[in-house]
Structure formats: C-alpha cells, structure tokens
C-alpha cells in the first residue's frame, strides 16, 4: 500500500497539480493586491502604477519554463530507466544464447574424446556442433550490428539483385548450414524485380526473420514468403504460423531490446535485436518495415517494402 502511495509516477502527478495550484494562486493574489495598488494610487492621485503587468507574465513564463524543465527530466529519467531495464533484460538473454549453444558444443567434444564413437556418429556430432556454431555466429554478428547502428555508422554497400532470385539462392545455400526445414518455407511470387540490396545485411535480415520465426512457432514452424509489387516498390511478406503478438505491440517489437512481456512469461528466449536490425537495415537501404497480426497465437506478417529499381540500378520513376 505504501509502495504505491509513494510510486515515483504517483508523486511526480502530485507535485505538478500542487505547482498548478500554487501558480493559480499567486496569478489571482498578485492581480487582486495590484487592482488594489491601482485603485489606491487613483484616490490618492499618485502617478500611473499600471507597469506592473510585465512582472506577472515574465514570473509565469518563468514558472512555466522551471514546469517544462521538471517535466523533460522527469521524461528522461523515465526513458532511461525503462532502458536500462530492458539492457538488464537483454544480458541476462545473452548470457543464456551464449551458454546453450557452447555447453551443446562442449558435450559433443567430450563425448568424441570419451566415448571414441563410430565415424557416422561422430560425423553426425560434428554436423551438429557447426550448426551450433552458426548460431553463435549469427548473435555475434546481431551484436555487432546492433551497436554500429545505437552509433550511427552502419555502413551499406547496395547492389541491384532480383529478390526472388537472391532469397531463393540464399535459402539453397543455408538451409542445411541452420538445420532448417527445406518443406516449412515456401517462397512465391514475381521474379525479375530488382531491388537495390547490400547483400550480407540482407542475408543477416532474413536469418533474423527466419529464427524469429522457428523461434516462437512451438515446433509448428511454417512460414510463407511472398513477393509482389506496386508502382515503385516491392514487397516482401514473410508470413508465420507462431505466437503473433498484441496489436498494441506491433510498433514496439522493432525496438531494441524490446520482448513481449507474453513472450517473456512464456519462457521463450530471445535478445530483442533481431527485429531492431531488419528495421534499421532495411531503413538504411530506403525502405520501410511493417509488423501485423492478428494477436496472440495468431501469427506475424513481417513486409519489408523496398524501392523497385532497374538492372542499371536507377529507380523506375526516374
């Protein structure tokens, strides 16, 4: 009961209705003793006091700008601890990304030099362990990226490619490499669109699709990818069959570092980066990326819409 009466948010309110109070009341004492100033002066036929006014609208806009100034910090303050929160969040996941994949690795090697298995088994822990490998691959590389992004100094290298062609290459070359299911994803739609792509970056966002995707689909994971076009842009679908999320959330998953608190209380593990560099990416190479679903357990459609341009790479409307 205590807690809540003397909640920082419950106190900030308080201090501001008791400032606008207090600002009220010294506005109508000052104007009241001022008229009376004024009246008395006119009876006594002293010279004009009428100048004063000056004084209670600069006090006002002073008091006004100490308001706005409490208030910005109050904002600050609030941002910055909801931030801090989130990184606390945010090491706590990694250091659990890092730890399973490396005691996975660990087991297989001791089990190799324990155990001397047969060269199929031992061939088949291997294939494991890279895949694991992959995946701490993959959260470096998030980790990376995402801090040369918080920096500003992401830099691109864009080249003309056709989508369709590029995410179908893609998938043929790392769909064993992640151990991904080859028959859960299906990609459709037009071929022959080009798009200006900085193909290593576009590779990291559609890994960072894919994972979310395999991640919060508990073990049902299908996802269905297509490719259409407007006038001047083309639009990437990526359609699951997971979780989905709150429409109330959908703005907020690009964040970074941001989880659903759904996500959370289920217990699914995740950074809050992989969103937060498709929508950073795909911004830098002039796009734009957009979230929807149903709610929760209904899935997420993830379009990433970028500029249509010519094999030359100028854009088709110039």
């Known amino acids: 009961m205590f807690r809540k009466l003397f909640h920082p ?31 008395l002066a006119r009876q006594l036929a002293l010279r004009d006091v009428s100048g004063g006014w000056l004084i209670l609208v600069g006090g006002s806009l002073l008091m006004l700008l100490i308001l706005l100034g409490i208030n910005f910090l109050f904002v600050s303050q609030v941002r910055e601890a909801r931030f801090n929160r989130l990184q606390a969040d945010f090491i706590s996941s990694i250091t659990h990304e890092l730890k399973s994949p490396l005691a996975s ?13 047969p060269p199929e088994v031992a061939r088949e822990f291997i294939g494991h362990m890279l ?19 918080r920096r500003g100094r992401l830099s691109l290298d864009p080249t003309p490619v056709d989508i369709y062609q590029f ?26 669109l080009i798009v200006m792509v900085d193909k290593q970056y576009m590779e990291m966002v559609l890994i960072n699709i894919v994972t979310n995707a395999i991640k919060y689909s508990n073990r049902n994971f299908r996802l269905f990818i297509k490719i259409e076009a407007d006038q001047d842009h083309v639009n990437l679908n990526f359609i699951d069959q997971g979780m989905g999320v709150e429409p109330k959330e959908l703005k907020k998953v690009f964040k970074v570092f941001y989880r659903s608190p759904t996500i959370r209380e289920i217990g699914v593990q995740g950074t809050g980066l992989g969103l937060f560099i498709v929508r950073d990416v795909i911004r830098a190479l002039g796009g734009r990326v957009t979230a929807s679903s149903e709610g929760f357990g209904q899935g997420l459609t993830i379009t990433l819409s970028l500029p249509q341009v010519t094999k030359s790479g100028k854009k088709k409307d110039e």
């Open 9 to 39: 948010v419950l106190i900030f309110v308080s201090l501001q209705v008791v400032w606008f109070l207090f600002l009220s009341l010294w506005i109508v004492w000052y104007i009241q003793n001022k008229l009376r100033i004024e009246a």
């Open 105 to 117: 690795i660990q087991l297989y090697l001791e089990t190799i030099n324990l155990r001397d298995p």
């Open 131 to 149: 895949m694991e490998t992959e995946r701490l691959s993959h959260l470096i590389d998030n980790i990376l990226v995402a801090s040369r992004i």
């Open 167 to 192: 995410i179908q290459d893609f998938f043929n070359q790392v769909m064993l490499r992640y151990g991904w299911d080859r028959d859960a994803i299906t990609l459709s739609g037009k071929t022959g």
